[in-house]
């Protein structure tokens, strides 16, 4: 079983970038596909980017596309997520997720497939 822990989070402005990260402990993240996910009070949670075991291979929410970075670094057992433009509709609770991959290659844009979750790390974007 795998702990995650997603931090850096915090108030920016509209055009601002972020850097989130999220930490996992208990087993490595090497044996597992990576997701980010987001959610917004009243809504469900949103696809925003996955990456798959390995890395190499991403795919990312139409509304985050060419703006948003997934990476990981095994070595530190550490996936990211590099935000750039930020707008206020990008404003949510930001949740990374990990699952037993069937095939290297596989990226996994359903929350539904995720075996773990981290507890959620607050983005506010002010216009």
């Known amino acids: 079983q795998v702990q995650l822990v997603d931090s850096g989070g915090g108030l920016v402005q509209a055009g601002d970038s972020l850097t989130l990260s999220c930490t996992a402990s208990?087993?490595?993240?090497?044996?597992?596909?990576m997701g980010w996910f987001r959610q917004s009070p009243g809504k469900g949670r949103e696809f925003v980017a996955a990456?798959?075991?390995?890395?190499?291979?991403?795919e990312y929410g139409d509304s985050v596309k060419g703006r948003f970075t997934i990476s990981r670094d095994d070595a530190v057992n550490t996936l990211y997520l590099q935000m750039n433009s930020l707008k206020p509709e990008d404003t949510a609770a930001y949740f990374c997720?990990?699952?037993?991959?069937?095939?290297?290659?596989?990226?996994?844009?359903?929350?539904?497939?995720?075996?773990?979750w981290g507890q959620g790390t607050q983005v506010t974007v002010s216009s």
């Open positions: 997720a990990a699952k037993r991959p069937r095939y290297y290659t596989d990226t996994y844009p359903d929350e539904h497939e995720y075996d773990y």
């Open positions: 208990g087993r490595t993240l090497s044996s597992y596909a």
């Open positions: 990456i798959n075991w390995g890395g190499g291979i991403a």
